[in-house]
């Protein structure tokens, strides 16, 4: 059975970085993505990342998004920097099924980060 | 690139059947047959119920289908249940990019 598990601090002060990590078992794919679902809101792709580390991002947090991949250690991360309290929310971690362009096929259970000083 | 609409809320009986709709763009929707529905409980992660316009995963019931037309992809529940009660999203692949719907919430009556 495919596992995702976020990790990485509930709480970021403001113009710090948040950074998460997920962590994979059971199972591989092409493609790994992050979304958030800020408190009562919807959801908001963030980013993907390829297992060959090439990633794309969305175009309204990419100047302040990096994502990596660790093959080895079969965990992918995400970087936020500048962060606000508009960047507090449920922070999932996601897979990409093998074919076609479907993001989500497994989840992680979500981490919410908190920005507050 | 702006999110997809979908209507705030949507209702039903039991048993009877009901339909929300995902307008996007000729950018996303329109573009590609890439468009996928979830289904979220509260404080739960998000769940995919049809991928590809109008394919299930394993496990889903077939009480559950989806249909594109132009920019605007649909879901269908019918013989809602009261597990079905939940909020739904949907998405589009947007070329290197995935856009979400504003989501919809179902209250089963």
């Known amino acids: 059975q495919v596992q995702l598990q976020e990790s990485g601090p509930g709480l970021v002060k403001p113009s710090g970085t948040l950074s998460l990590t997920c962590d994979v078992s059971g199972g591989s794919s092409n493609w790994w993505s992050w979304v958030r679902q800020p408190p009562g809101k919807g959801l908001e792709w963030i980013a993907e990342?390829?297992?060959?580390?090439?990633?794309n991002y969305n175009p309204s947090l990419k100047s302040r998004v990096t994502m990596s991949i660790d093959k080895s250690r079969n965990q992918f991360s995400l970087k936020l920097n500048s962060v606000t309290a508009a960047d507090t929310a449920v922070y999932y971690c996601?897979?990409?099924?093998?074919?076609?362009?479907?993001?989500?096929?497994?989840w992680g259970q979500g981490t919410l980060v908190t920005v507050s000083s | 690139q702006s999110a997809l609409t979908q209507p705030p809320s949507a209702s039903g009986s039991p048993g009877q059947s009901v339909t929300i709709s995902c307008t996007g763009t000729?950018?996303?929707?329109?573009?590609?047959?890439?468009v996928s529905w979830y289904q979220q409980h509260p404080g739960k992660a998000p769940k995919l119920m049809i991928y590809e316009v109008s394919e299930r995963p394993s496990g889903v019931p077939d009480r559950f289908s989806g249909s594109k037309s132009g920019n605007t992809a649909s879901l269908t529940v019918s013989g809602l249940q009261a597990e079905d009660e939940a909020d739904y999203y949907c998405?589009?692949?947007?070329?290197?990019?995935?856009?979400f719907g504003t989501g919809t919430k179902v209250t089963v009556l």
């Open positions: 998405s589009s692949y947007a070329g290197s990019l995935y856009v």
């Open positions: 000729s950018s996303d929707v329109g573009s590609y047959n890439y």
């Open positions: 990342i390829h297992h060959s580390g090439s990633a």
């Open positions: 996601a897979r990409h099924r093998i074919t076609g362009a479907t993001l989500g096929d497994y």
